[in-house]
Each structure stands twice: as C-alpha cells, then as structure tokens.
C-alpha cells in the first residue's frame, strides 16, 4: 500500500489540493484511511466503532458534486475524512461516551457541529475511544479497553481524548474533533505529537456535545498541522441557536492567521511567559523543549517577557470543585429509562422505579465517573454550598480577571502543555490526585473560557513528544494561530519536516 501511504501522511490541507485537482477521489483518501484503520488498530486501538460503508457513501456522495462542478461555497476540506470523538453524537451511529450506561445507544439526531462536516462533505471514519463521559488524562477508563500511544504502545495516548489524538498520530485519520473542558484536546495532542486547539468557549456549538461541564465544555479541531486545525475550526465554528452559550459571531479568521505565521515573522507579537506555569515537578526534557521553542519565537522577531498570574494556581483546586459539581448534574440524565442499559433490581428486591435507577447507575458508570458525581453530589449539598462551590467560582473570576490583566500586556501567553510526556499504563491509576494534577497547565484556559492550543515542540529524553501551548484572549483565537504556525514551520525546518515522521509506523507497512 506504497501509494495510500504516501496519501495518508499528507496533511489535510494537501489532500484537499489533491481533491480539488480531481488528482484522488475522496473515495479512494477514505478507503486508504480504513485500510490504515484496519492494519493500525490491533496496535492503537483508537476507535470505539469503524463507520466504513458510511463514510465510502458520504465520498461517493462528494465525489459526484465535484465531477458535476456542484462544490461552490464548500468550505476548503471538502471531501476530507475525518474522525469523531464519541462524546459526539452522531445520527444513525452509535454513540457511547465510552460508558456502559449509553452501550447500544443509536442518536437520533446530530450535533451541530456533525451538520457542518456532513455539510462540508467530509466523511466520518468512525467515533474515538475516550475516557468514559471524557473525565480522566488517559483514555484508562474508558469502559472499552485503552487505546495505545502511536509512539509507544506501552504508553497512554493521554486523555480524555486519546482516540482522536491518536488516531490523527497514526495516520488513521487526518482530521478529529475532541471535546476540551480541562484539557482532553491539547493534553492528547501533546502526548502523541499532534495539535490540538480548544477555541474560545461559544465559538463552537455544543449543541450535540455530550455535556459533562456545560460552563467549561468545548468541541475543538485535532490535526497535524496548525493549519489544519484552523481549516477544521472554520468549518465547525460559528453561531448557533441551539446553543444558549454559542457567541454571536462568525468565526475569527483563524486560517488567514496560520498562513500569516507560516511566513515566519512574528516582529509586533507580544508573547507573555506565564511565571506560574513550569519548575517543580516539571519533566526535565519539557522544560527544555519548552525553553528552545521560546528562543525560536524571540529569533523570529517576537518580544518575549514574564508575565504573572497570581491566581492560576489555584485553578486547578477549583476547577475538582466545579467540574464535578456540573458532571453531577449533568449525569443525573442517565437513569435508565431514557438512554442506553436498564439494569433491574434482582428478584426481592422492590421493583421501584428508584431501585432501577439505583441498580442502572451502579452497574453503568465506572469508578472515576461514581467519584466525581459523588464529590460534585457534596459540594452542591444544602450547607456545603458556599463553602465549596461557591469559592470555587470565586476563584473562577479571579483567575478570569488575571487573563484579562495579562492581555493587556501581551497578546499570547505561553506554558508547556502539561508537566510530563505520555506515561505508561497503570502508573496514574491507583492515584487519582496524580492523575489530576497533569493537567495543571491546561485548565485554566477553561476556567477562564479563553482559547488555547497545543502544538509539538520536539522530543524528551524518554523519546516521546512535548506540548508547547498559546493561549489567546477570548473571541481572538487567530492571535494564537499565527505564532503557533511560525513556530511549527521554524521547529519542522530543524526536523526536517513533521515531528511524526521520527516515529515508527510498522502498521503502514504491514
Ligand atoms: N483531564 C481532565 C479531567 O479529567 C480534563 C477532561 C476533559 O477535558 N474532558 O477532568
């Protein structure tokens, strides 16, 4: 398969050029990512399902609308198949947020953000494995078994969205969406060499996005490039109705901003270093990476200076206090008479409708799942209120405000993506506050509802990718694409083109 392999490791936006020049069909790009799909998975094992025979109608369907000239006003990445994180719902395909709780669950509808691919004409390759109701750093507890970092398989892909990052790392796909509310797109991406992009909250429809919390939740663009992220964000952002949250406003020009930086001139670009974000209990060969990038934005023409955010800390506290607080209000849906498993009590026991919840609940959600609506259970609970919940969204504005303050000085801040690179299976599991704290650098652009991305910055010494993350000022995504496309083309001169070609790839050849 010399020929598909050639196909599937160019980016998006090339097999989109392809496309257009009519010089491959977008049957016969999807039918090379299935082939790669079946070959990689027995290693990866990224997607939950495999939506093959939809995805060749959907390239059929395409296929036919360009030999009629009949694509006016379809966006760039027509034609190109993509993945779907399975906390997505998806009509006619079944949709599992990795929980026993929704197993067998066929959608009747699609999200918004589904509309607007099947609208593009992009396939949809199949729905990716995920932490289960996306809560977690690596795609372990997933009710479904682990998907497999493409670098390592005896590694974690990170999480909660180690389907999509991985798959997108092992050419299964050349696109996916994520879902990103304390970092399950940008953590991913670092561990697996990929970029990942969280837009502004509201800039993306959650209308459709399985909600875990609602006030942090946000759907987002994985690719290998930064540029194909920014031509995804076009094609899934935007107003919409159906989401009380969504702005009401069209997408910032995200891909103009990616192709401005590819020139490589950041001369005006003011980069804050976010002083809070880095040192102890910070991998060595991350802050290495992280420092060397730095230098390459300085060489490019950006001012680069310190910049405090005396709160950031204590997001991470406050985020274990709102997020499960709204996960246990949101998961108070899953009660066995309307979606998914119904688990009956057992002969003695009274055939209530309470008990049924009861027992549907217990045998359905995973043990991560249990903790956090337990703990959100008690921090909304009658006289633990205020003291929990109600600092927590105090903190919340704080940390909002010193955003603020800092984008008054610089227009990107900067951290690496998380403390480590990808560990190994089992190593974070028996120790959930470990777990919890890897996602110190990513949850603050959550809490504060301000986009933010992560792109690879090169390898540490354990061989496995690092995650340098911008963050921008809200409803002004394209300010981060531009420096992020500048660094990304200066670090792929030094490699000598994309980071994932240093990896090996024996399913492609198999
Ligand atoms: N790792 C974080 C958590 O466990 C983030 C999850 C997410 O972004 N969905 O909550």
């Known amino acids: 398969m010399s020929n598909a392999t050639e196909l599937v490791k160019l980016s998006a936006a090339q097999m989109a050029e392809k496309i257009r020049s009519k010089e491959v069909s977008s049957r016969e790009l999807t039918q090379a990512h299935l082939d790669?799909?079946?070959?990689?998975?027995?290693?990866?094992?990224?997607?939950?399902?495999?939506s093959g025979e939809e995805a060749l109608a959907q390239a059929d369907a395409f296929d036919k609308k360009l030999a009629a000239g009949d694509t006016e006003g379809l966006p760039e990445l027509a034609g190109v198949p993509i993945a779907i994180k399975d906390m997505i719902v998806t009509k006619g395909i079944p949709t599992t947020a990795a929980s026993k709780i929704l197993e067998g669950w066929v959608p009747p509808y699609d999200a918004t953000v589904i509309e607007k691919i099947k609208a593009a004409g992009m396939p949809i390759l199949g729905k990716t494995n995920l932490d289960e109701f996306a809560?977690?750093?690596?795609?372990?507890?997933?009710?479904?078994?682990?998907?497999?970092?493409?670098?390592?398989?005896?590694?974690?892909?990170?999480?909660?969205?180690?389907g999509s990052a991985s798959a997108v790392g092992s050419y299964e796909a050349p696109l996916a969406l994520g879902t990103d509310t304390g970092g399950s797109i940008r953590q991913p991406g670092a561990f697996t060499g990929t970029v990942g992009v969280k837009p502004t909250y509201g800039g993306v429809s959650r209308y459709g996005a399985i909600a875990m919390a609602s006030s942090l939740d946000q759907i987002g663009p994985c690719a290998r490039t930064v540029l194909d992220t920014a031509?995804?964000?076009?094609?899934?952002?935007?107003?919409?109705?159906?989401?009380?949250?969504?702005?009401?406003?069209?997408?910032?020009?995200?891909?103009?901003?990616?192709?401005?930086?590819?020139?490589?001139?950041?001369?005006?670009?003011?980069?804050?270093?976010?002083?809070?974000?880095?040192?102890?209990?910070?991998?060595?060969g991350v802050a290495a990476r992280f420092n060397e990038a730095v230098k390459l934005l300085e060489s490019m023409g950006a001012e680069v200076k310190e910049v405090s955010l005396p709160h950031l800390p204590y997001s991470l506290?406050?985020?274990?206090?709102?997020?499960?607080?709204?996960v246990s209000s949101?998961?108070?849906?899953?009660?066995?008479?309307?979606?998914?498993?119904?688990?009956?009590?057992?002969?003695?026991v009274p055939q209530t409708s309470a008990n049924m919840m009861a027992y549907t609940r217990e045998a359905g959600f995973g043990?991560?799942?249990?903790?956090?609506i337990i703990l959100g259970t008690y921090a909304l609970s009658a006289g633990y209120y205020d003291a929990w919940y109600g600092s927590a969204q105090?903190?919340?504005?704080?940390?909002?405000?010193?955003?603020?303050?800092?984008?008054?000085?610089?227009?990107?801040?900067?951290?690496?993506?998380?403390?480590s690179t990808a560990f190994h299976f089992g190593e974070k599991t028996s120790d959930p506050l470990s777990m919890?704290?890897?996602?110190?650098?990513?949850?603050?652009?959550?809490?504060?509802?301000?986009?933010?991305?992560?792109?690879?910055?090169?390898?540490?010494?354990?061989?496995?990718?690092?995650?340098?993350?911008?963050?921008?000022p809200q409803r002004h995504d394209e300010a981060m694409y531009k420096p992020a496309a500048a660094l990304e083309a200066a670090l792929e001169e030094q490699w000598g083109g994309n980071i994932l070609t240093k990896m090996a790839t024996p399913w492609l050849n198999a």
């Open 436 to 472: 919890y704290l890897g996602d110190v650098a990513t949850i603050p652009a959550n809490m504060a509802g301000v986009p933010a991305m992560s792109i690879p910055c090169g390898l540490s010494d354990n061989g496995m990718p690092v995650g340098f993350q911008f963050f921008a």
């Open 135 to 162: 809560q977690g750093s690596s795609t372990e507890h997933s009710a479904f078994g682990n998907t497999h970092n493409p670098w390592d398989a005896t590694r974690v892909p990170g999480g909660s969205g180690g």
């Open 231 to 284: 031509l995804l964000h076009e094609v899934i952002g935007g107003n919409d109705r159906r989401d009380s949250t969504s702005i009401p406003a069209p997408v910032p020009p995200v891909a103009a901003a990616a192709r401005e930086g590819l020139k490589r001139d950041l001369k005006g670009v003011r980069v804050g270093l976010i002083k809070e974000i880095g040192g102890e209990g910070f991998e060595a």
């Open 330 to 348: 949101n998961l108070a849906r899953y009660d066995g008479m309307r979606y998914g498993l119904r688990v009956m009590p057992p002969a003695g």
């Open 36 to 50: 790669v799909i079946e070959a990689a998975e027995p290693t990866i094992n990224a997607f939950l399902h495999v």
């Open 317 to 326: 506290g406050a985020y274990y206090i709102i997020m499960p607080s709204e």
């Open 367 to 372: 043990d991560e799942v249990k903790r956090r």
């Open 394 to 419: 105090k903190v919340r504005t704080l940390v909002i405000d010193d955003f603020n303050k800092a984008f008054e000085q610089v227009d990107v801040l900067v951290s690496p993506t998380a403390p």
